[in-house]
């Protein structure tokens, strides 16, 4: 339920069209956030694997994670814990799926730029986080499908949206810690599509702890699919 103060900021907003949903500032074109709080709200230079602040880049990496002989890209463009980490909240939490383009155009440019500069592979394909039929019946809609649709369409790169599922329903993650994350995901997801050989980019909303995105890529490395990379709106992996 809305607390008071919530929905009249609700109906303010409403009333506001075009303006931007943090500063309420006009906006020259498209509809949800303006640069300005778009760029506030950057991640900034973060190890491309753990999100730990770099003071310089090159390298893209911490000293810890430049000795990792494996590692997967984890690209972000906000601070879940910064100005625009409510925005994304939003989506989900008050039905705003409206602040997924402009989050993710921002996404989609800091993509494009690290695979131009060498340091990013291209993805053959995007695959969105699935979510349960019962909480997609509950929500209307699943954040990760908006963002990689909206990726997809960006960066020119096919959707598979229908290659894995999740199987049954799950407690929320965020009411979860450490052991009972990764419980809560076991055998959670399944394959129902023939992917096998493909290399993709597995798109989620929110990177908390990593749990969900590990457990779907285990499910699509047991089908022949290879997670190389995954893009997410914001991280909230090291706290700042």
Known sequence: MLTLSHALSSIVAASLPNRCALCQQPLDRGAGLCDVCLDDGALGSVCLHCHRSLERVPPYRCGACLKRKR??????????????????????????????????RHLAGQIDALHRQGI?????????????????????????????????????????????????????????????????????????EQGEGQQVALVDDIITTGSTLKSVTRTLGRAGVRVTQYWTLASALNRR
């Open 71 to 104: 590692w997967r890209p984890v690209i972000s463009a906000f601070h879940y814990h910064g100005p625009i980490g409510p925005c994304v909240a939003h989506i989900k939490t008050r039905t705003q799926p409206q602040l997924v383009p402009p989050l993710a």
């Open 120 to 192: 990013l592979p291209w993805p053959e394909a995007l695959v969105p986080v699935p979510t349960h039929r019962a909480r997609l019946r509950q929500l209307g809609f699943n954040p990760a499908w908006l963002v990689a649709r909206a990726l997809a369409t960006e960066l020119e790169l096919p959707l598979l949206d229908q290659l894995v599922i999740k199987s049954r329903p799950t407690q929320l993650q965020h009411q979860l810690d450490g052991q009972a994350r990764r419980d809560n995901l076991r055998d959670a997801f399944g394959v129902i």
